[in-house]
C-alpha cells in the first residue's frame, strides 16, 4: 500500500475567526477560499449561491498512528472507527466540507459555512450534488 | 502554491465490470472497497445499510494542463470550468463518491454505486453527512 500520491495546494482558506465550529453542517461562519489565479477558468461555473464540496488538507493534524485508529467524538462517550467519523486526525489528513457560495471575485470565493482552520490548504472544489447526474 | 502534499492508499476499488456509469448518482453496480487490514478498527463504526463517502484517486487520468480548465462533460454542448464539473481530469485528482454499504466482512466492504475503475486507490472513508453534527 506505499506508493505515494502527490497533491499540490490550488489555494487556502483565509478568515480571521478565532474559533471554528467542528463541522461545516452547524456553521454559519464566513470565510473566503483565495485561489490560485492560474484556476481562474476552472471557476467559470462556480457561482454565487452554489453549494460547493471543498477538499482540503488538514495540515494542522498530528501524524496517524493506530492510537488514532479509534477516536472518541467530542459529546460522545465512546471510541468509534475513524471511517465512521469526521476526526481531523485520518490515515489521509483529507477533510470535506460543504459551503455555500456568497460571492466570487476574479478568484476569490466568500462562502458560509467554514469549519477550516485560517491557511488550510484547498486541494479541490467540486459541486454538491444531491440528485442525479446523467 | 508548490508545497507537496503526500498521501498512500489505504486499499483498493476491485470489482469485474467491464465499464462503469460516469457518476455514482446513477449507477447501481456492485463492487467491493478492500481496505488494507491494518485499519480494520477504523472500519469498527462502517456498517452494511451506511452510505459512505468515499475518496479516491483518479489514477488513470491524464496529467492536468490548462487545456483541462474548462471541459465539456459528456451529453453537453459548451465547455465548463472543472470545478463545476465531476470530471476525472482535475488539478488535484481526487474523486468522491457516495455509496452504499451492503456488506462488511473483516475489511472488505461490499458496496453500491459503483463508478470507479477497477484498481482505484482508495485514499478515505467518511460517513456522508446530510443533517447537522453536532
Redesign the interface.
Known sequence: ???????????YVHHEHESVP??W??SDLEGRLEI?P??L??????EAG?R??V?F?F?KSPEFG?SF??QTPP?RDAP???????SPV???A?G?SVVEVLTKVECVLTVRGIDMLDGT?I?????H?T????
Chains 1, 2 share one sequence.
Open positions: 500500500m506505499g506508493m505515494e500520491i502527490i497533491f499540490r495546494p490550488i489555494g467542528r463541522h453542517s452547524v490560485d492560474i484556476y477558468d476552472a471557476l467559470a461555473d462556480t452554489d460547493i464540496v477538499l488538507h495540515d493506530a485508529l479509534k459529546g468509534k472507527g475513524v471511517f465512521g467519523i469526521c485520518r490515515p489521509n483529507l470535506l490548504p486541494l479541490d472544489i467540486k459541486p450534488v440528485g442525479a447526474v446523467g
